[in-house]
């Protein structure tokens, strides 16, 4: 792996010219807005502030937040808002399922904000929401990037006991940045999710990503693959981080990391047995989705 020097710092606030994308249609973001809007429901594209919000939207895609807009955990990588939620929804899957059907989705991909606060965590309200999708939506494929419930192994297999096709949850950064921008977060406790997951549903995809460009070195980058894979992952995701602010709250980028390099990283995950790598600078855990499920159900499908 070459190493990847910083090619601009984030004080200068300038991205390179690899992140210049088309202008998104409008008329069909706005149209998604308000169909979001008159079923209550939240998007972790807008809440997060994806970069690829205007090209998802426009080919009628969407990552559904469930358990509402606030989460219990601060990190300093996010945009989602921190505080006291609000009780959940009971009629959340319900209005999910409508949604994935008036969108005429074939693969839904469903997240959240972390729900420390309740006492399942949100593990049933994620269940319930992978059941109704499959009752109101036959066909449809279903992936869940979950929170680490504190490596609750009873919420975990609540989960998994909905029958998803993949399910997701995201180590994000190296071990030594956790205490500094995760703090209510823990890299191993991640990494035991992930393979609590694999053991106790084989059948079911198991995903991971993380992000480059916090203050990690390569030899973090190749650890980081390197744990994900030895916990049983499938899919891997990697992509740049982006501040969502200039603001004190969040962390500044350290570097911005070229396309090439983010192919070499790719390349080199393959190698270590990964079945699909997404990896490059506006990868993220739900950008195009089920490219990694439908490679990977191919690759269970060959003889």
Same mark, same amino acid.
């Given at each position: 792996?070459?190493?990847?020097?910083?090619?601009?710092?984030?004080?200068?606030?300038?991205?390179?010219?690899?992140?210049?994308?088309?202008?998104?249609?409008?008329?069909?973001?706005?149209?998604?807005?308000?169909?979001?809007?008159?079923?209550?429901?939240?998007?972790?594209?807008?809440?997060?502030?994806?970069?690829?919000?205007?090209?998802?939207?426009?080919?009628?895609?969407?990552?559904?937040?469930?358990?509402?807009?606030?989460?219990?955990?601060?990190?300093?990588?996010?945009?989602?808002?921190?505080?006291?939620?609000?009780?959940?929804?009971?009629?959340?899957?319900?209005?999910?399922?409508?949604?994935?059907?008036?969108?005429?989705?074939?693969?839904?991909?469903?997240?959240?904000?972390?729900?420390?606060?309740?006492?399942?965590?949100?593990?049933?309200?994620?269940?319930?929401?992978?059941?109704?999708?499959?009752?109101?939506?036959? !066909?449809?494929? #279903?992936?869940?990037?979950?929170?680490?419930? *504190? +490596?609750? %192994?009873?919420?975990? $297999?609540?989960?998994?006991?909905?029958?998803?096709?993949?399910?997701?949850?995201?180590?994000?950064?190296?071990?030594?940045?956790?205490?500094?921008?995760?703090?209510?977060?823990?890299?191993?406790?991640?990494?035991?999710?992930?393979?609590?997951?694999?053991?106790?549903?084989?059948?079911?995809?198991?995903?991971?990503?993380?992000?480059?460009?916090?203050?990690?070195?390569?030899?973090?980058?190749?650890?980081?693959?390197?744990?994900?894979?030895?916990?049983?992952?499938?899919?891997?995701?990697?992509?740049?981080?982006?501040?969502?602010?200039?603001?004190?709250?969040?962390?500044?980028?350290?570097?911005?990391?070229?396309?090439?390099?983010?192919?070499?990283?790719?390349?080199?995950?393959?190698?270590?047995?990964?079945?699909?790598?997404?990896? !490059?600078?506006? #990868?993220?855990?739900?950008?195009?989705?089920? *490219? +990694?499920? %439908?490679?990977?159900? $191919?690759?269970?499908?060959?003889?």
């Amino acid at each position: 792996m070459v190493n990847a020097l910083p090619e601009k710092l984030a004080s200068q606030y300038a991205l390179p010219a690899w992140f210049r994308q088309e202008i998104p249609d409008i008329p069909k973001i706005k149209k998604m807005q308000m169909l979001l809007r008159d079923r209550r429901l939240s998007t972790v594209c807008e809440e997060a502030r994806c970069p690829n919000m205007g090209q998802c939207w426009g080919r009628g895609v969407a990552t559904f937040m469930i358990l509402g807009e606030v989460c219990t955990r601060s990190c300093s990588f996010c945009n989602v808002t921190t505080g006291k939620p609000a009780i959940p929804d009971p009629s959340e899957p319900e209005h999910v399922a409508e949604m994935v059907k008036n969108l005429g989705l074939k693969y839904a991909v469903i997240t959240s904000v972390t729900r420390d606060d309740l006492e399942d965590e949100g593990a049933e309200q994620f269940a319930r929401t992978v059941r109704r999708i499959k009752q109101a939506n036959p !066909g449809v494929a #279903v992936e869940l990037l979950i929170p680490d419930f *504190s +490596g609750r %192994e009873s919420l975990i $297999e609540r989960v998994i006991a909905a029958a998803p096709e993949v399910i997701g949850h995201n180590i994000e950064m190296a071990e030594h940045l956790f205490p500094f921008i995760r703090p209510q977060a823990d890299y191993h406790r991640s990494l035991k999710v992930l393979k609590m997951i694999k053991k106790k549903a084989p059948g079911i995809m198991v995903k991971s990503g993380f992000m480059v460009g916090l203050g990690e070195t390569d030899a973090d980058v190749e650890k980081m693959m390197e744990d994900i894979r030895q916990a049983g992952c499938d899919i891997l995701t990697i992509g740049q981080y982006l501040s969502p602010s200039r603001g004190l709250r969040h962390v500044p980028v350290q570097r911005f990391v070229h396309p090439e390099v983010f192919d070499q990283y790719r390349q080199h995950s393959l190698r270590m047995g990964f079945s699909h790598v997404l990896s !490059g600078p506006l #990868v993220r855990s739900s950008y195009i989705a089920e *490219s +990694g499920y %439908e490679a990977c159900r $191919e690759l269970l499908e060959r003889p």
